[in-house]
């Protein structure tokens, strides 16, 4: 007998009938092979956009208390309906929000980090044979604050209960069949892959596969929990998301993902000295705004061009912030490209291989696609490009590293 957590998405609670005739009859599946289950609920697919669509009619850039306040509702209707469709089929069930578990937080509203998770009451409900049902996305500050970990946060919810319970594995119901080497709505050959390690999934989930909520994975990695990521809607077998080993595909890069929820910021004719950079970064830091990539051109004349990006919900409060750290440096001017995307190739084999950055930038220039903006680590080659390149970049580049080919292991 096992203890999994299983967590179904917002498309596999997209309507009753799936909650009735899929989720709850895969659940029930699963208690008749003798596991514990402490399941983790997303909102009915399209409800948190609605929810969030709604603030927005209100506020243009709602944030803060009462945000999560609203946006955290839509789990409480999915994990309600699921436990009633079990009870109906005879198998005892109970549903909690973040607040009822409890999942406690930091108090940083939509995008709070989880501190711990007490399990008193889930350990109760699973001795007497019931299946916990909890509210992914949301939890609760020191203060009994609603708090909500970000879009696509019940990923982390799940992880977080798995490591908190110790259990055996925590699956991802999804809308796929598991993690594909490209984003398989984009690339019509992305292939499967039957195993990831965490470091390459924590890389492909930051840059934007969005399969999995990033700090879903980092959980994963720290407390060693088996990830599995699943379809709902069929029994094939998923992507096991795991410990690095010698015998997993080697493929030099593993995947190509995309982003396109960045911006570019470009702050002109900004004087050549110390201390000024760490000026203008300290003023976003202050405001928790994260810049991803930073580029500073060599100027003429003791003044040069600084280039970053920040995500486009940041963009306006961003340069609110620098506004008048340009004033008082004498920089010249800020200017924002909102129609970038940043493409990039992920892969642990990466390490040891030379030459896949330049075959990289081949495959792009051959399709006349301009790189404006270049990362690298160990084991990512990212490139900002103009948005309207994202799906014809990622292709190419999936041909280019033979993705839909199976590496063999070493
Ligand atoms: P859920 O609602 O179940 O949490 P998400 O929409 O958050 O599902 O994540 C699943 C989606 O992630 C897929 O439908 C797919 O389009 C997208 N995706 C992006 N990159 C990848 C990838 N590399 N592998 C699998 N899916 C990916
Ligand atoms: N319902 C939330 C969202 O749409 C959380 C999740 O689905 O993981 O982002
Ligand atoms: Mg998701």
Redesign the pocket.
């Known amino acids: 007998m096992a203890l999994v957590v299983q967590k179904y ?2 498309t596999s609670v997209a309507d009753i009938d799936k909650i009735k005739n899929t989720v709850a009859k895969r659940i029930i599946g699963s208690r008749k092979k003798g596991d514990d289950l402490v399941v983790v609920l ?2 009915m697919a399209g ?3 609605q929810l969030v669509d709604l603030a927005k009619k209100v506020i243009p850039a709602p944030e803060g208390r009462e945000y999560d306040v609203l ?1 955290s509702t ?2 409480q209707v999915s994990i309600a309906l699921l436990a009633m469709s079990l009870e109906a089929l005879g198998q005892k069930a109970r549903s909690y929000l973040g607040h009822q578990v409890k999942i406690n937080t930091d108090a940083s509203f939509s995008r709070a980090r989880i501190l711990c998770i007490d399990t008193k009451a889930i350990k109760a409900d699973l001795e007497k044979g019931r299946v916990v049902i909890v509210a ?2 949301q939890g609760v500050d020191e203060e009994g604050n609603i708090t ?10 799940a992880v977080a209960i798995a490591a908190s319970l110790c259990a055996d594995r925590c699956e991802i119901y999804t809308d796929v069949e598991g993690v594909f080497s490209a984003d398989p709505g984009v690339c019509s050959k992305s292939r499967k892959l039957n195993r990831i390690a965490y470091d390459e999934m924590l890389e492909m989930a930051s840059l934007g596969a969005k399969v999995l ?1 990033s700090r879903s994975v980092e959980l994963a990695k720290k407390y060693h929990i088996p990830l599995y990521v699943r379809s709902t809607f069929s029994d094939n077998l998923g992507t096991l998301v795991t410990e690095e080993s010698k015998d997993m595909e080697s493929n030099v890069v593993s995947g190509v993902t995309y982003n396109k929820s960045e911006a570019k910021i470009t702050i002109r004719g900004v004087p050549d000295k110390p201390g000024v950079a760490a000026k203008i970064f300290s003023a976003l830091s202050g405001a928790n705004i994260v810049v991803d990539m930073i580029l500073q051109n060599v100027g003429e004349k003791n003044l040069t061009d600084l280039t970053f990006t920040v995500l486009k919900n940041d963009c306006k409060q961003a340069l609110k912030l620098i506004n008048p750290v340009i004033k008082k440096l004498g920089a010249k001017d800020a200017t924002v490209d909102q129609d970038i995307s940043k493409v990039s190739i992920v892969g642990v084999g990466m390490r040891s291989n030379a030459g896949i950055a330049s075959r990289m930038f081949t495959a792009l220039a051959k399709e006349g696609i301009n790189m404006m903006m270049i990362s690298t680590s160990e084991i990512k080659i990212s490139c900002v490009i103009s948005s309207k390149y994202t799906e014809l970049a990622v292709r190419v580049l999936h041909d280019t590293f033979n993705l839909s080919e199976e590496g063999t292991p070493e």
């Open positions: 998405g917002g997303s909102a409800v948190t956009d946006v839509g789990e992914g996305f909500t970990l970000g879009r696509g946060g019940s990923d982390t919810t909520h």
